[in-house]
């Protein structure tokens, strides 16, 4: 990379347990056992105040896994194609990955991807503890975000959303897609037990976290956690749209 052309600056926010702002600019590659030829940026932890962990990957030419990951008898993975081409592998069986495809792999059962082009595979990686509740069984689920229509969110016409797993309670998560025309916003500031883990697949937005209004843009990676005020409006010339993981089905223990 050499030398800095100029002083050191960052958009990057990180307030530990509260909320994080990562843009990708400040990203360092992480060694992960069992995942190689690939640059892999960790921008989610319990390290931050996440009780999750998730991974900005980009897999060169037959890069990957070399062996099941996410596989302990308590964690549950999910994988999203940013772009590129390549297979994902759940349980023996394999799914082709492209771009917006994406799988879960319940508890116990883990995942593997490759990069099977010349280009380069970006994508994101996440695992969590499994929350079992009597009765509830995940079970996989691969899909393509291309194959799902938007609907409106909350009677906006300009604000979109995706469900990309089931909304079904045997799952304690989902991953949503969020889209914003310019000028769209939350129809109110929400304030939740639930925490977020958000990567931005296009345009920008002006986005509350905690009392802190910031700019946010394409390839930024944002955390929220628990209670934490957020809301977003939609800005530029495209819409601002975003993946988002959130914890839901189930009851908060004592």
């Not at 050499?2 to 060694?31: E, M």
């Not at 990957?57 to 302990?72: H, L, M, S």
Request: hydrophobic share 35%; charged share 20%.
């Amino acid at each position: 990379m050499g030398y800095p052309k100029d002083i050191l600056t960052t958009r990057a926010v990180v307030k530990h347990g509260k909320y994080a702002v990562i843009p990708p600019d400040g990203l360092v590659n992480n060694v992960v056992p069992g995942i190689e030829g690939c640059r892999i940026s960790i921008v989610a932890s319990p390290k931050m105040g996440a009780s999750f962990v998730q991974y900005v990957i980009t897999a060169e030419k037959n890069g990957g896994t070399t062996k099941v990951f996410g596989k302990q008898a308590n964690v549950e993975t999910f994988i999203y194609c940013i772009e590129g081409e390549g297979n994902y592998t759940v349980d023996g069986k394999d799914y082709k990955a492209v771009d917006g495809a994406y799988i879960y792999a319940p508890a116990g059962v883990g995942l593997e991807f490759k990069n099977t082009s010349e280009k380069p595979m970006k994508v994101l990686l996440y695992k969590q503890v499994y929350i079992p509740c009597e009765g509830m069984n995940p079970y996989v689920y691969y899909g393509n975000v291309n194959d799902i229509e938007y609907r409106i969110y909350d009677e906006m016409e300009n604000v979109f959303v995706k469900d990309l797993l089931p909304v079904d309670i045997n799952f304690d998560m989902n991953m949503h897609i969020l889209s914003f025309a310019p000028g769209g916003c939350h129809p109110f500031v929400e304030t939740h037990v639930q925490e977020h883990g958000a990567y931005i697949l296009e345009g920008e937005g002006c986005y509350l976290l905690d009392d802190n209004w910031s700019m946010i843009k394409k390839d930024d990676f944002m955390w929220f956690g628990p209670y934490v005020a957020q809301a977003a409006y939609g800005v530029g010339r495209t819409n601002f749209t975003y993946i988002y993981s959130k914890d839901c089905n189930r009851d908060v223990e004592l």
